[in-house]
């Protein structure tokens, strides 16, 4: 999930990157089984969003295209609405946020739901952070499951939004730590910590370009956090590339969808024009 787009030089090159934090709803099933404590971390708007529409690609990991992502943003009052869809084969996801950026970018709602062959289990989560109310529809040998719970979530929680945050980090953050709801049948809280891994050069239209990596890595602390590992139970890392300077955007991803799945990448869609057919004079 993912990302945002000004249409201009290198931004129309990178639309997604700077148009929010979809793909980080994308999140929502890595974080499968685990809960912690948490501690509110919410990030300051260095960069304001605004509207959006931009094109992805998602990929294996050796370069076979799986589905096409397109994203939409517009602002409705104070408010930002998001919405990813990414159309698989045999599947697809849709997840639809809500926030606002009044100092700090605050979720308001968030609804993600991922179905087809190509999830092994299908999902519909939502998020209403007024209400803390949390709702999980799951689907298991062809049965419904419907959970509901009330929660107190927390200012930092990150559902939807974890692109747009990476991309407004303070310069020379170490460690970042947000709050991210997990989507399991029984909805639970867990941390995200968010480190920078260093700079990488790509390049557009043969210009290079620098991006800084980010590894974020599912805390899940106490005895589960212990045993995870030994079980099999433990999330791999997500890795995210941001574009460095006045402008931070997406750039890619890498990481699976869903607990235990494959590991697969996302990136900016370039445009492929059709040639149009002339008729003989």
């Not at 509207?51 to 589905?67: D, H, I, N, Q, Y």
């Not at 606002?100 to 605050?106: I, K, L, N, S």
Request: glycine share 10%; proline share 6%; charged share 20%.
């Amino acid at each position: 999930m993912v990302i945002r787009f000004a249409m201009n030089s290198l931004k129309t090159q990178l639309l997604p990157a700077v148009c929010s934090g979809r793909v980080a709803g994308l999140l929502v099933s890595i974080t499968m089984l685990y809960s912690g404590a948490l501690l509110a971390e919410s990030i300051p708007v260095l960069h304001m969003q605004g509207t959006v529409r931009g094109f992805l690609v998602l990929r294996s990991m050796e370069g076979k295209t799986l589905a096409s992502g397109d994203l939409t943003q517009v602002a409705r009052g104070d408010r930002l609405i998001s919405n990813l869809v990414f159309h698989f084969k045999d599947g697809s996801i849709d997840e639809t946020t809500v926030f606002t950026q009044h100092g700090e970018f605050r979720l308001v709602s968030d609804r993600h739901v991922q179905k087809g062959p190509s999830f092994p289990h299908p999902m519909d989560i939502s998020i209403d952070v007024s209400s803390g109310q949390v709702t999980v529809r799951s689907s298991d040998g062809g049965h419904e499951k419907i959970e509901k719970d009330h929660l107190d979530l927390p200012p930092d929680l990150a559902n939807g939004l974890l692109l747009t945050l990476l991309q407004n980090l303070r310069p020379g953050a170490t460690e970042t730590k947000i709050s991210y709801l997990a989507a399991t049948p029984k909805p639970r809280l867990v941390k995200l910590a968010i480190t920078p891994q260093g700079q990488e050069t790509f390049r557009t239209a043969g210009e290079p370009h620098r991006a800084t990596r980010y590894a974020v890595k599912v805390e899940l602390g106490g005895i589960a956090g212990a045993l995870a590992p030994l079980i099999g139970k433990q999330p791999k890392d997500i890795y995210i590339w941001i574009l460095d300077g006045k402008a931070p955007a997406f750039v890619r991803m890498e990481g699976q969808l869903y607990q235990g799945g494959p590991v697969w990448t996302i990136e900016l869609s370039s445009p492929v024009w059709q040639k149009s057919e002339r008729s003989a004079p």
